[in-house]
C-alpha cells in the first residue's frame, strides 16, 4: 500500500520560503510510473494544483504559480519537495502530497498539512 | 485558464436518494475528467478518472458520464457514508489543471 506523508513547517513568516518534504512509502519514486504533485487548499476553499515532478527531475508548474515555485526529488530517500517563495498570508493552506497517474488522476494522497503565513 | 464549474452548490438530500452532480468546462477537456470526495479533515479521494472510470476500489454506485464540456457524477443510492464534497478536476493535454468548486451534498 502506497503511502505519502507531508512534513515542515506549520508557520512561515511573510516573504519567506515554505519548504516542505513528501516521504513516499510502499512504492518507489524511480519506478517511473507516475508523476509526483503538490496541491493546496485553502481554509474553506478549494484545491489548487501546484505542480508535480517526475523521478528525472523533470517538472511542470501551475503557471499561476510557476514565477514562485520549485519541486525537487531525492530518488535515494524517496521523496520530493517544495519550495514556494515570497510567501503572503494569502499562501495559508493545508498543503497535500499526492501521486499524480496521469489520466489516472491523483491516486494516492498525504494527510495534507497546514501551513499557516504569519509574523 | 480552463475553468470548470460545478453545479449545484449544495445538494441535499436523504439516503437512498439518488444524487446527479454537474461539472461544465469552460473548453472541451475530452474525456480528461476526474471526481474526488472529501470528508471535513480528510484528504480527497479518487472516485473516477477518465471521466467514467471507477478508480480502484469505489463501489459501483458511484458512475461518472460525459465528455467534452460537460460531466455528471451520479450516485445511485445514497449511503450515510456519501455525504461529503466532491470536485470535479481537468487535465488538458494530459497535464494536471484546474478543480472545480466543489459541491457539497448534504443530509436533508
Known amino acids: 500500500q502506497v503511502q505519502l506523508q507531508e512534513s515542515g513547517p506549520g508557520l512561515v513568516k511573510p516573504s519567506q520560503t515554505l519548504s516542505l518534504t513528501c516521504t513516499v512509502s510502499g512504492g518507489s519514486i524511480s519506478s517511473g510510473d507516475y508523476y509526483w504533485s503538490w496541491i493546496r487548499q485553502p481554509p474553506g476553499k478549494g484545491l489548487e494544483w501546484i505542480g508535480y515532478?517526475?523521478?528525472?527531475?523533470?517538472?511542470y508548474y501551475n503557471p499561476s504559480l510557476k514565477s514562485r515555485v520549485t519541486i525537487s526529488v531525492d530518488t535515494s530517500k524517496n521523496q520530493f519537495s517544495l519550495k514556494l517563495s515570497s510567501v503572503t498570508a494569502a499562501d495559508t493552506a493545508v498543503y497535500y502530497c499526492?501521486?499524480?497517474?496521469?489520466?489516472?488522476?491523483?491516486?494516492?494522497w498525504g494527510q495534507g498539512t497546514l501551513v499557516t503565513v504569519s509574523s | 485558464e480552463i475553468v470548470l464549474t460545478q453545479s449545484p452548490a449544495t445538494l441535499s438530500l436523504s439516503p437512498g436518494e439518488r444524487a446527479t452532480l454537474s461539472c461544465r468546462a469552460s473548453?472541451?477537456?475530452?474525456?480528461?475528467l476526474a471526481w474526488y470526495q472529501q470528508k471535513p479533515g480528510q484528504a480527497p479521494r479518487l472516485l473516477i478518472y477518465?471521466?467514467?472510470n471507477r478508480a480502484t476500489g469505489i463501489p459501483a454506485r458511484f458512475s461518472g458520464s460525459g465528455s467534452g464540456t460537460d460531466f455528471t457524477l451520479t450516485i445511485s443510492s445514497l449511503e450515510p457514508e456519501d455525504f461529503a464534497v466532491y470536485y470535479c478536476q481537468q487535465r488538458s493535454n494530459w497535464l494536471p489543471g484546474t478543480f472545480g468548486g466543489g459541491t457539497k451534498v448534504e443530509i436533508k
Open positions: 477518465d471521466a467514467s
Open positions: 515532478i517526475y523521478y528525472s527531475g523533470s517538472t
Open positions: 499526492a501521486r499524480d497517474g496521469g489520466p489516472m488522476g491523483f491516486d494516492y
Open positions: 473548453q472541451s477537456v475530452s474525456s480528461y
